[in-house]
C-alpha cells in the first residue's frame, strides 16, 4: 500500500516520535509510507490529490505535537491509532488558546451531547481543567469519521467498541525493542550520577508530571530511608512538567538521595536502566495510554511497580501488601498499588524490593518474559499488517453532521478579496 503516516518525528522528544520512529522502517519493507509531521503536513493535501493514497494513518495523542492532525482526521478519513483514549486536553488547550471559545462550545456539545448544560462555559471561562478533563473524553469526532480506529490495550478496545457501535477498532500492541542493561553499563551510570554500587536505587523514566504520582513516590520514598534502607531515587526525564520537584524533595529532607538527570536520548536509556533496581512506572488520573516507557523497563530486566487501573486488569501482577496475586496467572509480572491505599501499598512495595533480592529478581525475569510474549517490535509490526489491511478494506464513512470548524476550508477571506479585484479563483470553490 501507498501510506501517508502523520506523526510528530525525532528529534522531538514524544514517545510517539519515538514509536513511529521504531516502526516505520520495519513497515517500510512492504509499503511505500510518506512521513508527515507539522513542518511537512501541508505537503499531503497536493501529494494525495496528484496521487491519492491508498490509506491515512493518524498517530494521535494528547501533547501538542498531534495539534496539527486534527485539520486533516475529518476530511481524509484513515486509520487512527488512539494512543489515549481521553482527548480533552488537547482539544480544550488548542481551542481555548486560540480563544476559539465557539468552536470549544461545539465540539464539546457534538462529543458529549448528554453532559451537564453549562460545563463548557467553566472550561472557557478556567474554571476547570487538568484531571477533570478526564471525565470527558471528546472522542466522538475521531470515532465517527476514522475508517478504523486502533488502541494498544484490549480493554479500552471493547469499551470503544460498546459505546460506538458500528465502529471499526482493534488493538495494536505496543512494541519497544530489546534493551542490553549491562553490568559495565550500571556501573559507568551510577559513578556518573554519584550512586554508591551497594545502594538500591528506584528509578522513573519520561516526562515528570503530577500524574506520574511523584508526590506519593516521594513520600513514600522518604519513609524507606528513614528507616534506615540505603536507597536513592533517579528521576530521568524533563522536570518542567513538575515545578514543585525541588521543594518537595527539600521539604522530606532528601536533597542526598535524588538523582535528578534530566532529559536522556533514546539511545542512553539502556544506560539508565541498567543503574536502576527497580522502577516506578504509576500513573493516575489515566488517559487509559500503554506506558511504553513501563514496557522498556520490563524489557531491560527490572522490577517494576504499576499502578492498579482498570485497562491493565489482564496483567498478572501482585498486592505488596498481602501478596495476593491480581489475575490466576502463577507468576506476577510486576507490582500492582492501589489508588484507593496508595501511599501505604507503595510504601510496601519500595520496603519489599528493596530488602527482598529473590522476590526482586523473580519478578524482573517474570517481567522481561511478559515482554517477549507480548511486547516486542516484530509483535507490533505483525499487529500492525492486520490492522492496515483491515483499515484499507473499510469505507470511509459518511459524516454530515459535524461541527463547522471541521468543514468549513476558511477560504471565505480570499474569495472576498479576489471579488474585489473582479476575480475568481477556481482553487477556492
Given at each position: 500500500?501507498?501510506?501517508a ?21 520495519r ?68 481551542l ?18 448528554d ?10 471561562e ?82 515528570m ?6 508526590a ?5 520514598f ?7 534502607t ?33 532529559y536522556v ?12 533496581d ?129 468543514t ?22
Amino acid at each position: 500500500m501507498r501510506i501517508a503516516w502523520f506523526s510528530p518525528l525525532p528529534p522531538i522528544r514524544s514517545g510517539i516520535a519515538a514509536y513511529t520512529a521504531e516502526i516505520v522502517p520495519r513497515l517500510a519493507s512492504a509499503h511505500a509510507i510518506d512521513l508527515f509531521d507539522e513542518g511537512t503536513a501541508h505537503d499531503f493535501v497536493w501529494k494525495a490529490r496528484r496521487t491519492p493514497y491508498d490509506l491515512v494513518v493518524y498517530q494521535l495523542g494528547n501533547a501538542p505535537w498531534h495539534d496539527y492532525l486534527w485539520a486533516y482526521l475529518a476530511k481524509y478519513p484513515g486509520l487512527v491509532v488512539l494512543h489515549d483514549a481521553r482527548l480533552h486536553h488537547a482539544r480544550a488547550r488548542r481551542l481555548l488558546k486560540e480563544r476559539r471559545f465557539d468552536d470549544y462550545r461545539r465540539e464539546f456539545a457534538y462529543d458529549h451531547p448528554d453532559a451537564p448544560e453549562g460545563v463548557a462555559e467553566y472550561a472557557v471561562e478556567g474554571l476547570i481543567g487538568g484531571s477533570i478533563y478526564y471525565f470527558w473524553s471528546m472522542l466522538r469526532v475521531v470515532m465517527r469519521t476514522a475508517r478504523m480506529v486502533a488502541v494498544h490495550n484490549s480493554r479500552v478496545a471493547e469499551e470503544l467498541r460498546e459505546e460506538y457501535s458500528g465502529v471499526g477498532v482493534d488493538t495494536i500492541r505496543m512494541g519497544v525493542p530489546p534493551i542490553d542493561a549491562a553490568p559495565e553499563a550500571q556501573r559507568r551510570v551510577r559513578r556518573e550520577l554519584r550512586l554508591p554500587d551497594e545502594a538500591i536505587v528506584f528509578a522513573l523514566f519520561g516526562k515528570m508530571t503530577a500524574e506520574k504520582r511523584i508526590a506519593s513516590i516521594l513520600q513514600a520514598f522518604a519513609a524507606l530511608v528513614r528507616s534506615g534502607t540505603d536507597a536513592f531515587l533517579l528521576l530521568v526525564g524533563d522536570a518542567d512538567g513538575y515545578p514543585a520537584l525541588t521543594a518537595e524533595c527539600e521539604r522530606h529532607g532528601l536533597g542526598a538521595r535524588v538523582r535528578v538527570g534530566g532529559y536522556v536520548a533514546d539511545e542512553a536509556i539502556g544506560a539508565h536502566l541498567a543503574a536502576a533496581d527497580v522502577c516506578l512506572c504509576l500513573r493516575w488520573p489515566t488517559a487509559q495510554e500503554t506506558s511504553a516507557s513501563w514496557l522498556r523497563c520490563l524489557a531491560a530486566g527490572r522490577a517494576t511497580i504499576v499502578s492498579d487501573l482498570a485497562h491493565l486488569v489482564d496483567v498478572p501482577t501482585l498486592d505488596p501488601r498481602n501478596g495476593q496475586l491480581a489475575t490466576r496467572a502463577p507468576q506476577p509480572v510486576a507490582c500492582a498499588i492501589d489508588l484507593l491505599v496508595e501511599e501505604r501499598a507503595l510504601a510496601a512495595a519500595m520496603d519489599r524490593l528493596a530488602h527482598d533480592s529473590p522476590f526482586r529478581d523473580s519478578l524482573a525475569r517474570a517481567g522481561h518474559a511478559y515482554w517477549a510474549a507480548h511486547h516486542t517490535v516484530e509483535i507490533m509490526k505483525n499487529d500492525y499488517e492486520r490492522v492496515l489491511a483491515a483499515a484499507h478494506a473499510h469505507a470511509a464513512p459518511q459524516v454530515s453532521d459535524l461541527p463547522p470548524h471541521f468543514t468549513d476550508d476558511y477560504s471565505e477571506p480570499a474569495r472576498c478579496i479576489a471579488a474585489d479585484f473582479g476575480m475568481t479563483v477556481d482553487i477556492l470553490r
